[in-house]
């Protein structure tokens, strides 16, 4: 009886994988994680206190459907400063959560019979949005370091391209997409004319390289892309639901509506948070930037250390990709073999479209992650 695009979506890996792990805790298993897609650190204390004062101040009503003018505003003026992109506040909008703003351009952009490029290794709900949006997937290879260029990018495009998906620092690898390339691909959208979603949710966490928002290059190429972003990774902020983007004023419009008739506002009070977290103290993500680096570096002399894995050095993001096919298990066997015999999540490689890889966030302690290491080296020994 449900629908065909209810029973075409496959459940989120990385979702099913967490709450396995996180039963597993409630019954007194004692289960390192590496599963959880977000930082372990506490939304820092300005921005909670500025949740608390819109409560007390009784802003708890309905605010305009793509988010409040003062919010909209701060992001225009993160944009310009942070992004060197300039978007007027009409180019902006609101929604719950980066992955609410992701679902509304899929839905506003794309047709039936349109194609999107994604490349490959890339986060789980891409691929489930494109599909729900009854758009077609071409899915695109990146090199053995996991680096886009245009040159592989250009061999999908079709007269049915509509769009390319474009995320740097990538889920699940952490590879930046080097300037030159963006530049190439910049000048492929423009003369092919498709849509660039730019997913730069990770963009303060790329540990000493500088980071390129394909729309701040030109006018030409700004008109078709969508910079896609969220506080939820850089703030702590990932339960407060507030993703944001800047478009064409089209493309904001159309995004509106769909919002009108779904969620309408995202909340107020988490509105009121990621105003602060905007305009506040920034002091909070050098501090997770310099903990995650260290945990970087770390995690990746482990796994090399590993009969049968090994890791390209993460360039950004918060996570390790390994290629674990020198164990002679699949990523799903690994996985859940791992979880069940040595108590470890991590998530397969087959969610991301690449077989033979785990990805495991260091987005947890280091006390956490060496206990991790220990666990995994012990349990292939005795395999
Ligand atoms: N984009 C990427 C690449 C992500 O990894 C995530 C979360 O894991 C999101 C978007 C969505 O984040 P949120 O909806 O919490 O803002």
Redesign the pocket.
């Known amino acids: 009886m449900l629908s065909q695009r209810v029973r075409n979506i496959a459940p989120s890996a990385t979702l099913a994988i967490d709450s396995k792990a996180k039963q597993l805790k409630k019954e007194g298993k004692d289960v390192v994680i590496f599963g959880a897609?977000e930082p372990d650190f506490n939304t820092p204390e300005n921005i909670k206190q500025a949740a608390k004062k819109a409560i007390d101040s009784n802003i708890t009503r309905y605010t305009p459907v793509g988010g409040m003018p003062e919010l909209k505003k701060a992001v225009a003026e993160k944009f310009r400063d942070f992004n060197k992109i300039n978007y007027d506040v009409s180019e902006i909008i609101i929604g719950c959560?980066?992955?609410?703003i992701?679902f509304n351009t899929m839905m506003a952009v794309l047709d039936k019979g349109d194609e999107a490029i994604l490349p490959v290794p890339f986060?789980v709900s891409f691929e489930e949005m494109i599909k729900l949006a009854e758009a077609k997937v071409k899915l695109c290879p990146t090199d053995e370091k996991f680096k886009l260029t245009a040159d592989s990018i250009e061999e999908k495009i079709t007269d049915k391209t509509k769009l390319l998906i474009l995320?740097s620092p990538s889920?699940p690898s952490g590879a930046i997409v080097e300037p030159s390339e963006i530049k190439k691909i910049a000048k492929l959208a423009v003369e092919n004319n498709f849509y660039v979603i730019s997913?730069e949710?990770y963009e303060h966490f790329t540990y000493g390289k500088e980071h390129l928002s394909i729309a701040s290059l030109n006018d030409e190429i700004k008109k078709l892309t969508i910079t896609c972003n969220?506080v939820?990774k850089t703030y702590a902020m990932?339960g407060w639901r507030i993703?944001y983007c800047g478009a064409a004023k089209e493309v904001i419009t159309a995004m509106e509506n769909l919002q009108g008739h779904s969620t309408s506002n995202p909340s107020n009070i988490a509105q009121m948070a990621a105003l602060e977290a905007l305009k506040g103290s920034q002091d909070s993500i050098k501090e997770m930037l310099k903990a995650f680096d260290e945990r970087r570096k770390f995690i990746h002399k482990r796994l090399n250390e590993i009969e049968g894995v090994s890791c390209v050095e993460p360039e950004g993001a918060f996570y390790a990709f390994p290629d674990i096919s020198g164990t002679g298990m699949d990523s799903m066997n690994f996985s859940s073999k791992l979880l069940d015999e040595a108590l470890v999540a991590v998530v397969p490689g087959m969610a991301f479209g690449k077989e033979g890889h785990v990805r495991l966030s260091y987005a947890t302690s280091m006390h956490e992650i060496e206990r991790g290491m220990d666990r995994i080296v012990k349990w292939l020994k005795k395999r």
């Open positions: 897609g959560g980066g992955k609410h992701l986060w995320n889920n997913d949710v969220s939820s990932t993703g």
